[in-house]
């Protein structure tokens, strides 16, 4: 798979935390076996049962968790939901299984925490935050309980207690980790590698659970994998593009330009009208009253504005409305050109974020944004041919996160025929009708979806077209009965 070339961590006050800003990379070579540097997530004053995941782990925490070590280097999405808080609606739940870190700080028998709950009602609504980290970086977090939140630890003197040992002469990250499986010999800290002086993490080391990867318990899931893969793009321009200011995105309380949930003290008109005016630039502040824009901009995500139905130039004939209505290139490229500065790797980050949102963070708008750029890209024709990497690298992450989805997704209400479907048999119909426009390596790439559709959903999308066609023909000769009849004298 082909990621990111200039990916970069999710470090800033937008959605990312870390003492030090870095611009590094996730590590989209899925080498998760020689990761001998980590870092450290100190999760403090956590409320037991609160439901605890990283990146495609979760877990329910447990009296003596105080946070996960060995992250590996690059972005992660920390979420997470307070069992005190009331269920109002039902959300996705993700089957991620637990890997050595569910082990590690929630395992039965550990002093960490308890299983993973399956139950879809168990679970509150999620909040999330994007934590960046390189080698050797501590980020604290600690537990709020009048927001029910984690808030990063800003108290210098706490961060300097925590990073710095009182003792240098004893190492403590040679201590044993009694959250390991007996089968899995090293201390949760012993490869953390830290530049200069040693965390003082003796307190917390017995307490803290390592990052679930292939290496850590080869008998799990390969989560960290599947992460890379579902996140290759977002980088921290990415991130700080489209979270609100607050940092964090919520399945209760984030709101975005498909909302229509009223925000306490806004007006729904006026905080339309902001979102409307921010639209084309995600990232600018919009011309509107300094209180409203400080209360939308604590919830609000930023996506671009799609704007499907308007998708041809302004002052267009009929037949370049018509055209371009069908054919959604000119729109395409106008948003590449005023939204993503013509960056193609901004708009894959943006449509991986929107799934994340969904699929882990239970945000619908999520769900909203993800399909509004599903239908953009899938309905174009002319854009194919001048942005080839474009789409070979969409339909490949399309892929990635249709893997997600249940076997029964199409059949859900929310993949309906109206979107889902058409969307990729719209693919597939033009490079079927137009193979000479279309470049070999995006022919190559849709036909590779078409066979994992198959393969996974048991949609046969080519016999699908053509009993759409054989019907479609059927009803025009059964309409030739009623056709006027010319009579020659």
């Known amino acids: 798979m082909a990621g990111p070339h200039q990916a970069q961590a999710a470090a800033s006050?937008?959605?990312?935390?870390?003492?030090?800003?870095?611009?590094?990379?996730?590590?989209?070579?899925?080498?998760?076996?020689?990761n001998t540097r980590g870092a450290v997530l100190l999760l403090l004053d956590v409320p037991v049962g609160t439901e605890i995941g990283i990146d495609c782990n979760v877990w329910a925490s447990g009296p003596r968790f105080k946070g996960l070590c060995q992250l590996p280097a690059g972005t992660h999405f920390v979420h997470y939901s307070s069992p005190a808080q009331q269920r109002l609606l039902s959300g996705v739940v993700v089957g991620v299984g637990a890997g050595a870190g569910a082990h590690a700080a929630a395992h039965g028998q550990s002093p960490h925490g308890q299983p993973p709950s399956t139950d879809p009602t168990a679970s509150s609504f999620r909040t999330g935050v994007f934590v960046s980290v390189a080698p050797g970086d501590l980020v604290v977090r600690r537990w709020n309980a009048a927001t029910e939140s984690l808030d990063l630890e800003t108290d210098p003197d706490q961060v300097e207690r925590f990073r710095h040992s009182a003792s240098p002469a004893v190492c403590p990250v040679m201590l044993p980790c009694p959250a390991m499986s007996a089968r899995s010999s090293p201390?949760?800290?012993?490869?953390?590698?830290?530049?200069?002086?040693?965390?003082?993490?003796?307190?917390?080391?017995?307490?803290?659970?390592?990052?679930?990867?292939?290496?850590s318990d080869p008998d799990q899931p390969d989560t960290y994998r599947k992460w890379l893969r579902l996140a290759s793009f977002v980088t921290k321009t990415v991130v700080s593009r489209i979270l609100p200011a607050s940092g964090s995105v919520s399945a209760m309380t984030s709101v975005s330009h498909f909302s229509d949930i009223?925000?306490?003290?806004?007006?729904?008109?006026?905080?339309?009208?902001?979102?409307?005016?921010?639209?084309s630039t995600p990232s600018s502040r919009p011309a509107a009253d300094p209180s409203l824009w400080s209360q939308d901009a604590q919830v609000r995500i930023r996506f671009t504005h799609i704007n499907l139905k308007r998708s041809f130039p302004a002052g267009a004939t009929g037949s370049l409305v018509t055209k371009y209505s069908l054919d959604k290139s000119y729109l395409l490229t106008s948003l590449l050109s005023s939204a993503f500065n013509n960056d193609v790797d901004l708009l894959l980050g943006e449509f991986q974020l929107a799934f994340i949102f969904f699929l882990l963070g239970q945000v619908y708008d999520g769900f909203e944004q993800w399909k509004a750029m599903v239908q953009l890209i899938c309905f174009c024709r002319e854009a194919m041919s001048t942005h080839p990497g474009l789409f070979v690298e969409f339909i490949t992450q399309l892929s990635i996160q249709l893997e997600e989805c249940p076997e029964d997704f199409f059949h859900d209400s929310?993949?309906?025929?109206?979107?889902?479907?058409?969307?990729?048999?719209?693919?597939?119909?033009?490079?079927?009708?137009?193979?000479?426009?279309?470049p070999a390596a995006v022919a190559q790439a849709i036909n590779r979806l078409s066979a994992f559709m198959q393969t996974r959903f048991d949609w046969d999308i080519a016999q699908n077209i053509m009993e759409l066609d054989n019907a479609s023909d059927q009803d025009d000769d059964e309409d030739d009965e009623y056709r006027p009849v010319i009579v020659e004298l």
């Open 262 to 279: 009223p925000i306490p003290g806004v007006d729904p008109l006026q905080a339309s009208a902001s979102a409307s005016a921010s639209a």
């Open 414 to 438: 929310l993949a309906s025929e109206s979107f889902l479907h058409s969307a990729i048999k719209a693919l597939l119909v033009t490079s079927r009708e137009e193979p000479e426009t279309v």
């Open 13 to 34: 006050n937008n959605g990312s935390d870390s003492e030090h800003e870095h611009d590094h990379d996730n590590d989209t070579s899925g080498n998760t076996s020689g």
């Open 187 to 215: 201390s949760c800290t012993d490869s953390l590698g830290f530049p200069g002086d040693t965390p003082d993490l003796r307190e917390f080391e017995p307490f803290l659970g390592p990052y679930p990867t292939a290496q």
